[in-house]
């Protein structure tokens, strides 16, 4: 079967930098729905037409993937607000209550990138945010979508991200 919209395509991949510098891997095939809100619209053009056991090599600029880094979902907040055990690399949805920086998205999650005695600093941003990727994807399978797939748009798992699943999810809701 061809990969065109809808469908379900069971993938891995190897996900590495610009300059080829490993960053994660899925080694294991997971499916995606196709033509839906599963994956990237880049990472979808570039699989379209495609069939079962082929490779599909992706290279993508951050506009089409997690997007320019902005400075402004840089926050620091008070670190009576946060657990006793924190450390960077914590993950929170949103910012805690009490939280004081303006304008704030409530939505986002918010990376600990560093934990001070008075006061914490968290980053909004997508960890791959600004940074161009390239992708080695493996197409495993191909099959229809069911009735209820195709209604859903998607699988309706929680997205499988780069870097640690699920919590990290860019302004378009797109991990892949």
Known sequence: ?????????????????????????????????????????????????????????????????????????????????????LEAGMAFEGLPPGSVTPNMPADAVYIVTEVYPTHVVLDGNHPLAGMSIRLDIKVHDVREASAEEIEAGSLGSAPVAFVGAGALTPPDGHLH
């Not at 919209?5 to 995606?32: H, K, M, Y």
């Not at 809100?37 to 495609?50: N, Q, R, S």
């Not at 599909?56 to 600029?61: N, P, Q, R, S, T």
């Open 1 to 85: 079967m061809t990969i065109e919209p809808p469908c379900v395509v069971s993938l891995s991949w190897t996900l590495t930098d610009g300059q080829n510098r490993p960053i994660d891997a899925l080694t294991e095939p997971v499916e995606f729905f196709y033509g839906g809100h599963d994956l990237l619209a880049k990472v979808e053009e570039a699989l379209a037409g495609h069939v079962a056991q082929e490779q599909v090599k992706v290279h993508l600029e951050p506009e089409h993937a997690f997007g320019d880094y902005n400075a402004e979902l840089v926050c620091f907040e008070d670190r009576k607000l946060f657990p006793e055990q």
